[in-house]
């Protein structure tokens, strides 16, 4: 969950010529809300109630370890979204900072209408439930049929700073 803005090193360059950003400038984990979480461990005492009849010690381990895993569970399946190495990657997916346009930072009802009536149906999409932030990032590569890239973010302002440098980076 944690995010860093740092000053980005450049000393390589890929097979194409281009500069290659060290450091990373962004980084989130879009991890479910805590009530979600906390829904989860619900299941802890409900699996014990099924158990509590072969032993109450046993019934609270089952339940204790359940609940433990599924929360790890739901916190270690969560997409990342970064912005490092002249890429911007959201979940499996990336592409390259230098094919994307200006992106868009949005809050509120702009990016609820993002996520829903307003979203571009030739986009990709990284969209999280409980996450109010978005950020719309145009692809302007005419080779690519993806025209836009829609990524849920509690942090659009950093991330859209971030695919920015990065760019000012590589250029």
Not at 11 to 26: C, L
Not at 38 to 56: C, E, K, R, S
Request: no cysteine; proline share 6%.
């Amino acid at each position: 969950m944690g995010h860093t803005a740092r000053v980005v090193h450049i000393n390589d360059t890929e097979s194409t010529g281009r500069p290659v950003p060290v450091d990373v400038t962004y980084r989130e984990r879009l991890t479910p809300s805590l009530w979600i979480l906390a829904g989860a461990t619900i299941i802890g005492p409900m699996l014990a109630l099924v158990f509590v009849q072969l032993d109450g010690a046993i019934a609270l381990g089952i339940g204790a370890a359940a609940s433990i895993a599924l929360v790890a569970a739901l916190v270690i399946s969560a997409p990342r979204v970064s912005v490092e190495a002249g890429e911007l990657r959201a979940g499996r997916a990336h592409i390259a900072v230098d094919d994307l346009g200006e992106p868009r930072a949005l809050m509120g009802d702009e990016a609820r209408h993002a996520r829903t009536a307003g979203i571009d149906h030739r986009g990709w999409y990284l969209i999280r439930g409980g996450i109010a932030g978005a950020v719309v990032v145009p692809n302007t590569d005419p080779d690519d049929p993806v025209t836009s890239w829609t990524i849920s973010t509690r942090t659009p302002d950093r991330l859209a700073a971030a695919i920015l440098r990065a760019q000012s980076t590589i250029s």
